[in-house]
């Protein structure tokens, strides 16, 4: 079902992701819906990915994603059936990133707290490499890595968000001959000739307890970054200097306390000129807006309440800057909130969604 409650500037295509286990089959999962157009019709669900919490839009049409129940990495054709399956590198997947040329995808497993590589191709998904991350941290989430996302700097490089050891790592892509996919044996990856290698170049170290979750870096600078601290529910501000990255400042996402029960920072967006950062809370169910001063700190200045477990946030594809979507897991809900002068404005539309966890 969905619900219009304002105007959005344009019509928007969604993708939606979502957790599938104990929810209704016809109403969860991996979607797509129209939104814009007055009387919508309810989300058309594709393939049925198990679990499918984190999807990527490729510019071709398909979609990857992983699934979280299967330790799996799926990818699904434009009309929404399901072309290929791989190992992600690990257990527990939570995140997937794809590379600047979409020659690669990148799975951070949350519970093995590894990263896998993953080729894609016109013939599919293929499981190349994986990467252990060590470390722990005093909280008592921390007892081990728990990778929980990688963002790419470029065609090989990526820093890689790891909640268990308060790091955030640096990692290279060596890609060797012809650059091409190998084939996954039953102990893992198989490694041949044109394949890729996943190397630890780096570390940068955050705040004891932090749990960094996920980061977004600045779109127009390339030495400002933030990140999310899931148990601290903080964002810590990263500048690049000639001693490499480091923490320069931090600002609650939640300035009146945690709520009662659990409480977790969860999504980070940046507005497309990098003037204001979004951070979305769990528990409290608030996603705080911050201005960016010119060394990348944060002040806030919007603390927004919306609907319960606001588990993840995003651009509306099309709309970026000024459409928000809010994914709230628990509430089973998906709203377009319209943006004016970096703040955050009234609902324009809602998707009714089993336990939604993405959506762009």
Known sequence: MTQRTGSLPAPVDLVLGGYTDDQP???????????????EDAPARLAPVPDPSWVVRLADGRLAMVSEAGDEVALVSQAGEELSRCGSGGMGPAHLAASPDARWLVASNYVSGSVGLIALDDDGLRLVDELQLEGEGPHERQDSAHAHQAVWLDDTRMLVCDLGSDRVHEISLEVGGSGESVETGEEGPVEEEGGGELRHT???ELPAGAGPRHLALHPGRDDVAWVVGELDLAVHVLRRGEEGWAVTGSASSAPSGPADGETTAAGIVVAPDGGHVYVSTRGTDTVAVFAVDEDGGLELVQLLTVDHWPRFIGWAPGSEGEVLLV???????????????????????????SAPTWAG
């Open 25 to 39: 089959e016809d109403s969860s999962g991996l979607a797509r819906v129209r939104l814009g157009e007055g009387d």
């Open 202 to 204: 780096g570390q940068i």
């Open 327 to 353: 994914a709230a897991e628990r509430a089973g809900t998906v709203q377009a909130r319209l943006v004016e002068d970096g703040r955050l404005g009234e609902v324009a539309a809602q998707v009714d969604w």
